[in-house]
């Protein structure tokens, strides 16, 4: 995608900042299965097990970022409650430190 559609998709979401105070997110530290929140930042810790984080429906402008902390073999699924991830029902994070956000525009999630 070049830079200038991604500027035109990105203004289509109508995302609000709020009094200047930029995008807040809210670190979660799991080691289990988790259903994220808008605004949740999940460090996902798959040491023990794989583990699922399940993204809330979408809502316009919601965003969940998803990090895996853990090296082990173990993945991270991240699914959603309803709609898709970029059309697939799911996606799956299977390396340290890689972290995925996601952005909705009331129908689906989308990968940013």
Known sequence: MNLAKFLIWWE?????IG?????????VSVSF???ASDGDLVLADASA???TITLPNPTKGATVIVKKTD???NTVTVNTA???IDGKAS?????QYQTVTFISDDLIWYIV
């Open 71 to 73: 090296s082990s073999a």
């Open 91 to 95: 996606i799956t994070i299977d390396t």
């Open 19 to 27: 009094d200047g105070g930029g995008l807040r997110y809210e670190p």
């Open 12 to 16: 289509s979401l109508d995302i609000e």
């Open 33 to 35: 299965d988790y259903t």
């Open 82 to 84: 309803a709609g898709s």
């Open 49 to 51: 097990d794989p583990i």
